[in-house]
Each structure stands twice: as structure tokens, then as C-alpha cells.
């Protein structure tokens, strides 16, 4: 069994480079206090990693 792991977004994306802003959507983010679920995988955590100081992770058990 994949572990999971839950992205909320707690920043604004305002005024945030172009691509951050992308890769908040990309992890489907669109609002301060949106979450999504995904698999902890490679890329998740790199993408996690571009946008660390908007979003905050909670490994799901």
C-alpha cells in the first residue's frame, strides 16, 4: 500500500513567481486553506519542495 500524503495550501500565491503559481495548480491548489490528498512519490516532494513556504504537509497514516 502507497503511503499518502495531505497538502494544504497556507499562503496566498500572490505575488509569487510564475511558476510557483503553476505548481500550486499543478498540486490543485487554487485557495488559501485548499487540501488535496496525493500519493508521496519523487515528484510530489519536488514539487512540494519548489513551493515549501506556501504549503504545509501532513503525512496521512
Known amino acids: 500500500m ?6 494544504k495550501q497556507v499562503r496566498s500565491a500572490i ?9 500550486l ?4 491548489l487554487r ?3 485548499a487540501t488535496r490528498e496525493h500519493d508521496d512519490n519523487l515528484v510530489i516532494r519536488g514539487m ?3 513551493v515549501k ?3 504545509e504537509v501532513t503525512e496521512i497514516k
Do not use: F
Open 53 to 55: 513556504h506556501l504549503v
Open 25 to 28: 495548480r499543478a498540486l490543485g
Open 48 to 50: 512540494i519542495d519548489k
Open 15 to 23: 505575488s509569487t513567481k510564475p511558476n510557483q503559481r503553476d505548481t
Open 2 to 7: 502507497q503511503k499518502k500524503i495531505l497538502v
Open 31 to 33: 485557495k488559501i486553506n
